[in-house]
C-alpha cells in the first residue's frame, strides 16, 4: 500500500454532506465513473473535470455527513482523490471510505495552514503532512483496528483473507 | 459495578462480553439486518468476498423504497437484481413494491425490532428503530457486504449523550419541533459518534409515532444511535408482533458524557432553514416566506397520525394556487389506513398530490424533485444543498402541521393561527 501522498489541494468547508458530494438523482446505478462524474456538482459544476489522480481534499468539520451512501466516497476514490483530511469526519463517512481502502485522516487546524492549488505531502507511516512554507503538521493517528482494514487495502480484502486464511488446513 | 446505558448493555449483550465501555472497539452479532437498494450496492463486494451464501436469510429483512415504482430501466434491473438474490439466498422477509414502505417505519410497524436487539440497517436513518430500546446503527456498502458474509461487525461502543426533555408541548407542537430545537442547539455534528438517549417526562409521554421522529433525526445531529427505553408504550406497540417483550433502560448510575435539558413549556413550532438542519428559527420569524412546494413524506414524519394532521388542516380548505403540495405514506400499511379514513378523499379535494411510498422526493431522487430556486416547505429530515433536486432549490423543514398549513397559505405560516 502507498504510505506517501504528494498532490495539490483543493479545499473545502464544514459540513459538506453526500449530498453535496454525490446528489440523489444520480445513484439509480451502480456504475462508479457516473458518480465520479457529478462529484461535488452541487459545489462546483466543473469541479470533476478540473480533478486530477493525486489530488488531496482538505476540509473542515464533519465532512461527508448526511446520508450512509458510499457512492460518495467510491466517487472521490474514482477520481483518484488519494486521501481526505479533515477536521473531523462523520462516522458513516469515515467506515465507507476506510472499508474501500481510501484514507480519510483526521487533521484538526489543517484547514486553516493550506490554500487550494497547495501541494503538500502526506506520511502515512510518520502521521506527517508536510506543508508548502516547510512546516509540518500531524493527523491524529487511526485507531489499530482501522488502520489494519486500511493497511489490508480495504474491508473485502481482509476479509478474504481471513476467510481463506481460516478454510485452509 | 458501575451501571451500563442502553448502548452498553445491548452491545455487551451482542459481543457476549461481560462488561463494556466506551471507546472499546466490539466485535457485534447481528440480530437484524435490513436493506433498500443499498443491497444492489453491497452485492458487489459481498460477490468478492466469497462466501456464496449469507450467514443467515432469517435475520435479514429486505425492501424498496427509494426509487418505488423504478422510474428508469436501469433501475427496473437493479431491482430485479434485488429480487433474484432474495430467491437464491432464500431471504423470506423480502417485501416487494406493493408490499413495500421506507425501511426504517417497516421495520418498525411489523415488529421486526424488539428491545435488546443489535440492528444494522444500510441507510443512515437506521436511528429511528433505536425508538423501540434497540441498538440500531446504518452503514454503507462494503459494510453491509461483510454483514451478509459473516452476521457480524465491529463498532466502537459509543459515549451516551442524554437529551433530557421536560414539560408540556404546545398547540400544534410536537416531536419534530422538538429535534429541529435539539439539533439548532446541538449543531449537526453535536453528538458525532456517540449515542443519544432521549429522556424526560415529555418523551416519557410520547407515542411511539413521535419518539420515533427523536431517533429518526439524531443522525442529523452525527449520532451513531439514537434510543429510548422501552417501557410500557413500546410494549403495547410490539405486542402485535407476538414476540416476548424485554424491557431495557438504562442504570440510574450510568456514566453519560453530556446531559442536554430542554424545557417544552411555551415552545412554538420550529423550522429549520436553508441549507442545514442545524440552522433553527422559531417559525414567527420565517412566517411570510413564499413556498412553491410543500411536502409530507419520508421516515421522519408520513406515519398515519401525521397524515391525519394534514387532513384535519385541509378539511374544507385548498392548497394555495401554485404551490404543489404532495404527500407520500412512509408505507403501504399506512397507504391503506389512509384510504380506510378516508383521508385520501380530503387530500384530492383539497388539490394534493397522493402518491405510492417512496423515498423519492426526500432525497431528490424521483416522482417529486425541485427545480432551481424552487422554495419547499418539507416534513423531512436534510435540506444541504441539493437535497431534494435542484442544488439552488430552498428547503425548509419543519413538522406536518407546520408544512400543511403553509400549503394552504402558499407561504410559511404558524399552524397556531390557522
Known sequence: MQTRFQGRVWTFGDDMSTDHIIAGRYLGTTDPNVFAAHAFEAVDASWAKNVRAGDL???GDNFGCGSAREQAPVALKTLGISAIL???????FF????NLGFPVLESPGLREKVNAGDVIEVDLDHGEVHLPDGGMTRFNPLPPNVLEILEAGGLVPKLRAELSAKSSP | MQGQTIAEKILGRASRSEAVRPGQIVDGEVDLLYMHEMLAMAMLPFNDIGTAKVWDPAKIVVTLDHWVPPPTPEIAKMHQTIREFCRKQGIQRFHDVGDHGIVHQLIAERGYAQPWDLVIGSDSHTNMVGAVGAFAAGIGATD?????ATGRLWLRVPETIRVDIQGTLGNRTGAKDVILKVIGTTGDDGARYAAVEFTGSTVKALPMNERFVLCNMTTEMGAKVGMIEADGVTRDYLAHAGRPFRPIRSDEDAAVAKTFTFDVDGMGPQVACPSNPANLKPVEEVEGTKIDVAFLGSCTNARIEDLRIAAELLKGEKVAHGVRFQITPASQIIYRQ???EGLVEIFMDAGATFTSSTCGPCFGGHLGTLAGDEVCISSTNRNYPGRMGSPTAQVYLASPWTVTASA??????????V
Open chain 1, 57 to 59: 481534499i482538505v476540509a
Open chain 1, 86 to 92: 479533515a477536521n473531523s469526519f462523520a462516522r458513516i
Open chain 1, 95 to 98: 467506515r465507507n471510505a476506510i
Open chain 2, 144 to 148: 453491509t457486504a461483510a454483514v451478509m
Open chain 2, 338 to 340: 389512509a384510504l380506510r
Open chain 2, 408 to 417: 394552504i397559505y402558499g407561504e410559511i405560516k404558524d399552524p397556531r393561527k
